[in-house]
């Protein structure tokens, strides 16, 4: 308010025109304040009025180490090519943490990581060459008055870096039942069928089922605790929170009152197919930062309608940016580390976290995926875990090397401290025969069960 009635009152030329600012503003209106320049990255950012610095980033870090000021332009979609005139936006470098920076965003005053909120989807490995496509230009400024002062990380369990390094701790509530659950992905196609209750009822501590299943089907598996996830489809459209409420409710409703309480909300929301928005692909988030609000809001209407609920965020498709085709479905899938370090404040408000870990062999099993789960420990030691989705999905790979990996793969997450269930995938399913316990056409079982179990 102070700065903005500062610049009302300045001459022409050195506050504003008409709702732009000029950028001598600043210096025009504080006397200790110096206008240092604009610089772009690269000489062709869509960038008007900067000069070309291909050093930009290393001039940033040398300014905010000093205290001084940067405000960087970014695009507000980066998700498409840059359009000055519709998606020019600028945001306050606070801070270099690693290898991001710390903003505050005047969208909505919140601190955020710059390349979680405006980071291109498919990054460069390179750090340097991923802060310099995510700025469009950068604006100094220099005060006379400013010593350096030393900057604060945000609180750990406020981040979203998987750790590898610390103990495996949980720090979270008690869950009920003392030790991880051997759980059960019910049918893909959310209603299950009387042979996945035959191969399966009453051997599975746990089955997490979706939204839609009616109590008796579910009851039908005969076990001790239900998770269910909230099931609806994207497939390359935009789907408004409200209408995702709306369509859910009516099909948890009867859930809730059977007693089911733990809801993973959605689905591996780094998949175009499940929501995320990809240039020519529509959706409803562009990364982790918007699909975090997402959740929160419907994380919000949901326990408004269901106090007692508690409601997870959802495992993410594990892997690199890559172009995919998972059995019908293929898009694009933005990496799950960046996802999940834009995801920081969905995180912090759920109630418990999901993982999906897969794995084609042995030595990913007792290597990559349960490391994959240990990260998500050590990064959250205050959240209850469920691993809600689990197997190997090589349709080449013999029953009698799946059924002794997922029983490996059980024994270890019951050895890892906050684990809540683990949920093999699949019972069955259209076009999941090479991961299923039984076969689709004929609903025999594969046999892999009676391998599996410890």
Same mark, same amino acid.
């Given at each position: 308010?102070?700065?903005?009635?500062?610049?009302?009152?300045?001459?022409?030329?050195?506050?504003?025109?008409?709702?732009?600012?000029?950028?001598?503003?600043?210096?025009?209106?504080?006397?200790?304040?110096?206008? $240092?320049?604009?610089?772009?990255?690269? #000489?062709? *950012?869509?960038?008007?009025?900067?000069?070309? /610095?291909?050093?930009?980033?290393?001039?940033?870090?040398?300014?905010?180490?000093?205290?001084?000021?940067?405000?960087? #332009? =970014?695009?507000?979609?980066?998700? /498409?090519?840059y359009t000055l005139a519709s998606e020019q936006h600028w945001v306050l470098l606070l801070a270099r943490l690693q290898d991001d920076y710390l903003i505050v965003d005047?969208? *909505?005053?919140? *601190?955020?990581?710059?390349?979680?909120?405006?980071?291109?989807?498919?990054?460069?490995?390179?750090?340097?060459?991923?802060?310099?496509?995510?700025?469009?230009?950068?604006?100094?400024?220099?005060?006379?008055?400013?010593?350096?002062?030393? =900057?604060?990380?945000?609180?750990?369990?406020?981040?979203?870096?998987?750790?590898?390094?610390?103990?495996?701790?949980?720090?979270?509530?008690?869950?009920?039942?003392?030790?991880?659950?051997?759980?059960?992905?019910?049918?893909?196609?959310?209603?299950?069928?009387?042979?996945?209750?035959?191969?399966?009822?009453?051997?599975?501590? %746990?089955?997490?089922?979706?939204?839609?299943?009616?109590?008796?089907?579910?009851?039908?598996? /005969?076990? /001790?605790?239900?998770?269910?996830?909230?099931?609806?489809?994207?497939?390359?459209?935009?789907?408004?929170?409200?209408?995702?409420?709306?369509?859910?409710?009516?099909?948890?409703?009867?859930? =809730?009152?059977?007693?089911?309480?733990?809801?993973?909300?959605?689905?591996?929301?780094?998949?175009?197919?499940?929501?995320?928005?990809? %240039?020519?692909?529509?959706?409803?988030?562009?990364?982790?930062?918007?699909?975090?609000?997402?959740?929160?809001?419907?994380?919000?209407?949901?326990?408004?309608?269901?106090?007692?609920?508690? $409601?997870?965020?959802?495992?993410? %498709?594990?892997?690199?940016?890559?172009?995919?085709?998972?059995?019908?479905?293929?898009?694009?899938?933005?990496?799950?580390?960046?996802?999940?370090?834009?995801?920081?404040?969905?995180?912090?408000?759920?109630?418990?976290?999901?993982?999906?870990?897969?794995? =084609?062999?042995?030595?990913?099993?007792?290597?990559?995926?349960?490391?994959?789960?240990?990260?998500?420990?050590?990064?959250?030691?205050?959240?209850?875990?469920?691993?809600?989705?689990? %197997?190997?999905?090589?349709?080449?790979?013999?029953?009698?090397?799946?059924?002794?990996?997922?029983?490996?793969?059980?024994?270890?997450?019951?050895?890892?401290?906050?684990?809540?269930?683990?949920?093999?995938?699949?019972?069955?399913?259209?076009?999941?025969?090479?991961?299923?316990?039984?076969?689709?056409?004929?609903?025999?079982?594969?046999?892999? $069960?009676?391998?599996?179990?410890?």
């Open positions: 308010w102070e700065l903005n009635n500062r610049f009302l009152t300045l001459p022409p030329g050195h506050g504003y025109n008409g709702s732009d600012v000029f950028f001598i503003a600043p210096a025009s209106a504080y006397s200790h304040v110096t206008f $240092v320049g604009n610089f772009k990255p690269f #000489q062709d *950012t869509g960038a008007t009025f900067a000069v070309h /610095d291909p050093n930009l980033i290393g001039r940033i870090d040398q300014a905010l180490a000093a205290g001084q000021a940067v405000i960087a #332009q =970014v695009d507000t979609d980066p998700s /498409d090519p005047p969208f *909505t005053g919140e *601190t955020l990581s710059l390349l979680g909120k405006y980071g291109q989807q498919s990054r460069p490995e390179a750090v340097e060459s991923a802060l310099k496509n995510a700025i469009k230009s950068a604006i100094f400024y220099a005060s006379s008055r400013v010593a350096p002062v030393p =900057v604060v990380a945000p609180d750990p369990t406020g981040t979203t870096r998987l750790g590898t390094d610390g103990a495996l701790s949980y720090t979270g509530p008690a869950w009920p039942f003392g030790h991880c659950l051997i759980g059960l992905h019910d049918r893909a196609d959310r209603h299950p069928q009387p042979q996945d209750h035959a191969v399966a009822r009453g051997r599975f501590e %746990s089955i997490k089922v979706q939204s839609g299943v009616t109590v008796a089907e579910m009851e039908g598996y /005969d076990a /001790d605790f239900y998770l269910c996830r909230l099931f609806e489809t994207w497939n390359g459209r935009h789907l408004p929170v409200s209408d995702f409420v709306r369509a859910v409710v009516p099909d948890i409703t009867p859930l =809730v009152n059977a007693g089911v309480q733990y809801f993973e909300l959605h689905n591996e929301p780094n998949l175009t197919h499940e929501g995320l928005k990809a %240039s020519g692909i529509e959706g409803s988030w562009r990364n982790g930062a918007e699909f975090a609000q997402y959740f929160i809001e419907c994380r919000q209407q949901l326990k408004a309608r269901f106090p007692g609920i508690k $409601v997870g965020f959802p495992g993410l %498709s594990p892997g690199p940016d890559v172009a995919y085709q998972f059995g019908h479905d293929s898009g694009f899938r933005m990496n799950d580390v960046a996802f999940l370090e834009g995801a920081a404040a969905g995180i912090q408000a759920a109630d418990f976290l999901c993982v999906h870990a897969y794995y =084609v062999n042995m030595a990913e099993v007792q290597g990559s995926a349960i490391e994959l789960v240990k990260r998500y420990r050590r990064s959250w030691p205050e959240k209850l875990l469920f691993i809600t989705e689990f %197997s190997n999905p090589n349709e080449n790979a013999p029953v009698a090397e799946k059924g002794p990996q997922a029983k490996e793969f059980y024994q270890l997450c019951a050895q890892i401290p906050g684990i809540g269930a683990a949920y093999y995938f699949i019972v069955s399913g259209t076009g999941w025969d090479s991961q299923s316990l039984r076969r689709n056409n004929d609903g025999l079982s594969t046999g892999l $069960v009676d391998l599996m179990l410890p």
